[in-house]
């Protein structure tokens, strides 16, 4: 298990390795998520409303529901937005529960910790991605170290939505 320190180390050579990469191989990614913004502001009430419906519906099944958009592109839209209004920890929780139902669909997996962790750090490297935020990257590797290493959750468990107890008490230990 990490410890703050080490997580903090890692967090920072995650950050300077993006900012590294970024204005060449995001270029690109940005301009795709451009031309799709014009789609998804078509498909705004529908992504609200979808968002709202479910819970529990990963960015990819909304994304498929959509069409022609992206799961990464519709994941760092609705990023944006949320952290436009200052929202970015209820981002957080809703990324997470999404996250799970996404790589855990019968519910949380009794593996042993290190495939655990490996399974959801991909939601800490999504964070990485779109916030380019030391903080926050910290704060999504100490909340995936809780899950899998401090506290986790009984095998089978699937969150029901952010006011989820487990993600209540994980996301508000962490973000701010």
Not at 4 to 25: C, G, H, N, V
Not at 29 to 36: G, K, R, T
Not at 85 to 108: C, T
Request: hydrophobic letters at 40%.
């Amino acid at each position: 298990m990490l410890t703050d320190d080490e997580i903090y180390t890692l967090a920072k050579r995650a950050l300077e390795r993006r900012r590294k990469w970024r204005p060449s191989t995001w270029a690109f990614e940005d301009a795709l998520i451009s031309q799709a913004t014009t789609t998804l502001a078509e498909s705004c009430t529908d992504i609200v409303l979808t968002l709202e419906r479910d819970p529990t519906k990963s960015y990819v099944q909304i994304a498929r529901e959509i069409g022609n958009v992206s799961a990464r592109g519709l994941e760092r839209v609705t990023f944006q937005a949320f952290a436009a209004r200052g929202l970015v920890k209820e981002f957080a929780a809703d990324s997470l529960v999404r996250y799970i139902h996404y790589k855990s669909p019968n519910g949380w997996p009794s593996l042993p910790q290190r495939d655990l962790n490996l399974k959801f750090s991909g939601w800490v490297s999504n964070i990485v991605d779109m916030t380019m935020d030391e903080t926050r990257i910290v704060a999504a590797a100490k909340t995936v170290r809780d899950l899998v290493f401090i506290a986790p959750p009984e095998s089978g468990w699937l969150p029901n939505g952010v006011s989820d107890p487990i993600i209540s008490q994980v996301i508000d230990k962490f973000w701010t």
